[in-house]
């Protein structure tokens, strides 16, 4: 079960008996299909060798503050900015506590101090140091913190190491890993039937020749992993691509326009959102060879015809669900898009600027704007990742309007 795939976790491993279970952590994250990197506390050390969640995350494990090579490659700043989770396990009495205050006294606290990203504890103490009522006011504290999302996950009752029974063991790493995946699952868009498209399409010239586009399909595929996210039951209508679809997500391949748009209408009459992130090519040859074509002449004449517009025919169709398209510009971004959005009746745009290298085809970042017929919003360069997560919160919004809307209007 791949509940966590892509996802970048940041293990941080305080000092306690129920650091050896942080192996078996790692193992359940890495299952989940996560990225695990480490960072030990000088207390965690005491307990569990680097080397061995090293050999287990398969990355260097991170301990020292003030590390040159460290501050060179993956320093605190970098570290912090990394993680799509923070989640430290076991957090013993002695870490919270410290990161209570705000402490920034080790390299755990200090990334603790910069992340953005939300933060889970797991905490693994004595029965009596949980329910110690100053452990009880640290986790709270923390639990009020503006702007920062903590997650608290356990502990468990029951017999600990030290023979004392009661509450004050670290959840199961199974558990854990399960917990660390509902963090990612919202629920905005539950029981909801979306559809996205992705990728390019080839249109044949001869059995070995093609005109395509530079999409990678990571922004679609983004979407489609950001959506299921959300809840949604997700069919991914895509081009020929060379990554892998994401998990527990229904993948229909198809090669030119016109298959594109044969599949989107066969999951129109249970689609409630489309998504059209595909890179459709405007027009294909008008004849397809039937032989490889021989080299001839010094110029070649191609004859092109129009095919046809797979999101303009959903949007149009009388059964349309809420529509999304994606504009892709080299020049005047946002007009162009607004453009594209009336033209072909959609209730929401997405433009980037392919003129770009850094952002758009291919490359794993983007920056857009979402247009729709009251307004509009920037998203500024980030992952593909982040960014599909955004606009899927976006999308489920305007989603919610557009409902409450078609509704008011029946009554
Ligand atoms: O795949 P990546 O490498 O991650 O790159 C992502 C991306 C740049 C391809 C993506 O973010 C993007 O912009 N996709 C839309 C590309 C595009 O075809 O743009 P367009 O402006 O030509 O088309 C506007 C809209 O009409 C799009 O939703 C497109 O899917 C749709 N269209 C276009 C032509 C056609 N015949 N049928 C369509 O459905």
Avoid at 46 to 69: C, K, M, R, W, Y
Avoid at 135 to 152: A, F, W
Avoid at 238 to 261: D, F, K, Q, Y
């Amino acid at each position: 079960m791949q509940q966590l795939t892509n996802k970048r976790i940041l293990l941080g491993i305080t000092g306690g008996i129920a650091a050896y279970k942080s192996a078996e952590l790692v193992r359940s994250l890495k299952k989940a299909g996560a990225d695990v990197r480490v960072v030990m506390t000088s207390g965690a050390m005491e307990f569990i060798t680097p080397l061995t969640l090293q050999a287990l995350s398969g990355n260097p494990v991170h301990h020292a503050l003030l590390d040159p090579e460290a501050e060179a490659g993956m320093g605190h700043i970098e570290l912090a900015k990394w993680a799509d989770l923070l989640l430290i396990a076991p957090a013993s009495a002695n870490f919270i506590a410290r990161l209570s205050q705000g402490l920034g006294d080790d390299l755990l606290t200090t990334v603790c101090l910069a992340t953005e990203a939300p933060m889970a504890l797991a905490p693994a103490m004595n029965q009596a140091m949980w329910k110690d009522g100053t452990t009880q006011q640290n986790i709270e504290r923390l639990q009020n913190v503006k702007g920062k999302s903590l997650h608290i996950f356990g502990p468990d009752a029951g017999e600990q190491a030290c023979g004392d029974v009661g509450p004050g063991r670290m959840l199961d790493p199974d558990l854990i890993a399960a917990h660390c995946a509902d963090l990612f699952e919202s629920g905005l868009l539950a029981g909801i039937n979306l559809v996205v498209t992705a990728g390019p399409t080839r249109e044949a010239l001869d059995p070995v020749r093609y005109i395509s586009n530079h999409s990678s399909g990571k922004m679609g595929y983004a979407i489609a992993e950001a959506a299921r996210e959300a809840g949604a039951r997700v069919t991914l209508i895509t081009g020929p691509v060379n990554i892998s679809a994401p998990e527990r997500v229904n993948v229909e391949c198809v090669s030119s326009a016109r298959e594109m748009l044969e599949s989107s209408l066969e999951q129109l009459p249970q689609c409630q959102i489309f998504i059209a992130a595909a890179a459709v090519a405007d027009y294909r040859p008008l004849n397809i060879a039937n032989q490889k074509i021989k080299k001839s002449g010094d110029t070649i004449e191609l004859k092109m015809v129009k095919n046809p517009d797979v999101v303009a025919t959903i949007a149009q169709h009388e059964q349309r669900p809420f529509t999304v398209g994606f504009a892709a510009e080299t020049q005047d971004v946002e007009d162009y898009a607004r453009g594209k959005l009336e033209k072909k009746n959609l209730d929401m745009i997405v433009a980037n600027d392919v003129s770009r290298t850094d952002i758009g085809f291919n490359s794993d970042e983007n920056a857009a704007t979402a247009i729709w017929p009251e307004g509009q919003q920037a998203f500024a360069a980030m992952s593909k990742t982040t960014l599909a997560r955004q606009l899927i919160d976006l999308i489920a919004q305007r989603y919610q309007q557009y409902t409450d809307l078609s509704r008011t209007n029946e009554d």
